[in-house]
């Protein structure tokens, strides 16, 4: 489970959360933090959308190294930036970031976020005739750390993975980490409800796209389209407690109530947790692709959070599941079905998919990767029939959110996925249900290639 994630918390005040949605600043900067140049790391993100939302908020005095380096970057408040200069090292890097966003996906957007050296405060100028970018001196230059009197080790916190030269196995959820996600500002908080609003004008239904047809099963004119979005808090309490929550638990939520906090942890931040809705940048991303097709039927989709569905919904539905079942107990309803499962152990870079039948030279267990020089993982995809036999699932999943991106990406690939449906499409035109294995690796902080290495295709 990746420590990036959206909150969407119910009590947030209600003038300062529409002062923001009613912001094209922010609604540009919801969009440049789930581009693929941002979204595949842990902490760019939250660097952006911080920075962006004080400043819209007329909260400028807050965006200070120190405050940054507490508030995004799990740093304790009496950390000297003097010695620890991770801010500035992610702000070369955020810098970069921009420049190749507006340079290339973002190039029609009419705004430009720009964030001048020598502060951190962002600017909005007109995205137009704007100079090139100068040369950076050093490409990125990793932060400097000194020993402190900290007590907590040396972790993913005081090492992000964004800067890490080698791969190392990612440590559980700590009182520092959950304290830190949990004092994330409004800006991060309303992402995902903002990156709706910003999409709800997407095109609702289009010719249909014949070399991709499996969108034409899963948004259909006469029955509802349920996509839904990881429950990502969740996963952080599965990771604080060792306990993987059924979904038998999750669909009467017991575990809310049963889940006690582990030692050490704050049980007021605990609850925090329980009561709060958070959900991935990954999973804002797939979202928004969906509501972007030509297939796609705004008026009879609906996106919805994995903690506030039932399975009525799911069996009335087709559904589309963003994320596995560590952070979206749903998939668990399918899994007798599936033939690649995913299986989580406590430590996170444990975790394996299980081939329940491999076919000729396929591995029963495909494993994370901890090659210092790749971080190999896996996702899949599964289109099955639903519950009750007459709509259609999607499954997108991924043992951690690289994997879940890469099975995203594989989907939306036309040239990729044209063999596999051709192989898939009956007589009639209609998709056979299928399962996809896919495979990734991220070296440093470079967004993964995708491919498929190993394809499923049934009957019905």
């Known amino acids: 489970m990746s420590s990036h994630a959206v909150l969407l918390e119910e009590d947030i005040a209600e003038v300062e959360a529409n002062r923001l949605l009613a912001k094209p600043e922010w609604q540009l900067a919801c969009r440049v933090a789930a581009s693929k140049g941002l979204n595949k790391s842990e902490l760019l993100p939250k660097f952006l959308l911080y ?25 304790s408040e009496g950390y000297n930036p003097g010695e620890d200069n991770i801010v500035r090292s992610y702000a070369r890097l955020l810098r970069k970031r921009l420049d190749q966003y507006f340079e290339g996906e973002g190039r029609d957007e ?34 400097v750390h000194f020993a402190s009197r900290e007590t907590h080790p040396p972790d993913a916190a005081a090492t992000p993975k964004d800067l890490q030269e080698t791969a190392t196995p990612r440590p559980k959820w700590n009182p520092v980490w959950v304290a830190a996600l949990l004092g994330l500002s409004a800006g991060i908080l309303l992402t995902a409800l903002a990156w709706i609003l ?16 499996i969108w034409s099963q899963v948004f259909q004119p006469n029955r509802n389209t349920l996509i839904v979005a990881s429950d990502s808090g969740l996963g952080i309490i599965e990771n604080l407690t060792d306990h993987l929550v059924s979904v038998e638990e999750y669909a009467n939520q017991s575990y809310l109530s049963e889940l006690k906090a582990p030692p050490g942890i704050d049980p007021r931040n605990f609850n925090d947790l329980r009561r709060q809705r958070y959900t991935s940048v990954v999973s804002l991303d797939i979202t928004s692709r969906l509501t972007r097709l030509p297939e796609f039927i705004a008026n009879r989709a609906q996106i919805r959070y994995a903690r506030s569905i039932t399975a009525e919904d799911i069996k009335n539905a087709n559904v589309i599941l963003i994320g596995s079942k560590h952070t979206n107990p749903w998939v668990a309803l399918f899994e007798k079905r599936l033939n690649f499962n995913l299986e989580y ?27 210092p020089e790749s971080n190999r993982t896996y996702g899949s995809i599964a289109f099955l029939p639903g ?35 051709q192989q898939a499409t009956s007589p009639n035109g209609t998709i056979k249900p299928f399962e996809l294995l896919i495979e990734t690796s991220s070296i440093g902080a470079t967004a993964p290639g995708a491919q498929v290495i190993a394809t499923r295709v049934y009957s019905q």
């Open 51 to 75: 920075v962006c939302e004080q400043y819209l908020l007329d909260r400028a005095h807050e965006v200070t190294e120190q405050r940054i380096g507490i508030q995004v970057f799990n740093r």
């Open 110 to 143: 009419s705004l430009r976020i720009a964030i001048p050296r020598g502060g951190y405060l962002p600017v909005f100028e007109n995205n137009f005739e704007f100079p090139e970018p100068e040369t950076e001196s050093s490409d990125f230059q990793p932060p």
């Open 198 to 213: 910003v999409r709800s004008g997407a095109p609702s239904s289009a010719a249909q796209s014949p070399e991709h047809a």
């Open 345 to 371: 152990a406590p430590e996170v870079d444990q975790s394996y998919v299980q081939n329940e039948h491999p076919n000729g030279a396929e591995q029963h267990f495909y494993r994370n990767g901890t090659d």
């Open 387 to 421: 519950l009750d036999g007459a709509g259609h699932v999607l499954i997108i999943q991924g043992l951690n959110m690289a994997a879940t991106q890469a099975a995203a990406d594989a989907l939306f690939d036309s040239k990729l996925m044209n063999p596999i449906l």
